[in-house]
């Protein structure tokens, strides 16, 4: 079971690296769509949000309190931001272990689909 | 502190129920942009995710876990979805009460800004 998050997480690729703990790593996407545009990744391997478990819960809400922390030190919290996990296919998910986009720094188109 | 949502959790305003437990409720979003377009709410009132504790971990995850389960039970998760938060302004929040914006049935642009 390994990503490309799991060898950013063991060093064995580069990344910006913004946040890291026991649990989770933030790095810059590499791709950015705004000026502000990380990644909430958690240390478990979980390939999709099907895969996550009630176990996770916490795990999970976590990613959420750390992009939200994140963006108040990057100074977007007031103006606000988008937070999205991307699910499969029809989701647009292009790497398989899950991440939480955090998207800001410009104003948002209204709705995503 | 009240928002339309707690309006529909006390039945005060009518709504499309999707799933309801002592923590969360489901509902249809009135302007869906996909086939699936539906909002998981927490019960408790909680205006942004910029309000969201290190206490509302668990319950922030149970949001994501009940998006996954309606998706199993909509015929989508195989296919795929998008979890959207929006946080704020910038972020095209409207009703400031937190809630998941679970979208899919169909295949979804790439990315989203």
Redo the contacts between chains.
């Keep these: 079971m390994d990503s490309i998050f799991m060898k950013i997480i063991r060093r064995e690729i580069p990344a910006t690296i913004e946040y890291e703990d026991d649990e989770v790593i933030a790095i810059k996407d590499i791709?950015p769509?705004?000026p502000v545009?990380i990644l909430i990744i958690p240390k478990k391997f979980i390939p999709t949000?099907?895969d996550?478990?009630?176990a996770?819960?916490?795990?999970?809400?976590?990613m959420?309190?750390t992009?939200?922390k994140i963006?108040?030190e990057k100074g977007?919290?007031?103006?606000?931001?988008?937070?999205?996990?991307?699910?499969?296919?029809?989701?647009?998910?292009t790497v398989f272990h899950i991440h939480l986009?955090l998207?800001?720094?410009?104003?948002?188109?209204?709705?995503?689909?």
């Design positions: 791709n769509v705004a545009h949000v099907n996550a478990s009630e996770d819960a916490a795990l999970l809400g976590k959420i309190l992009a939200k963006a108040a977007i919290a007031e103006d606000g931001y988008r937070l999205v996990m991307n699910v499969g296919k029809d989701g647009g998910q986009h998207i800001g720094g410009k104003k948002l188109a209204f709705e995503t689909a």
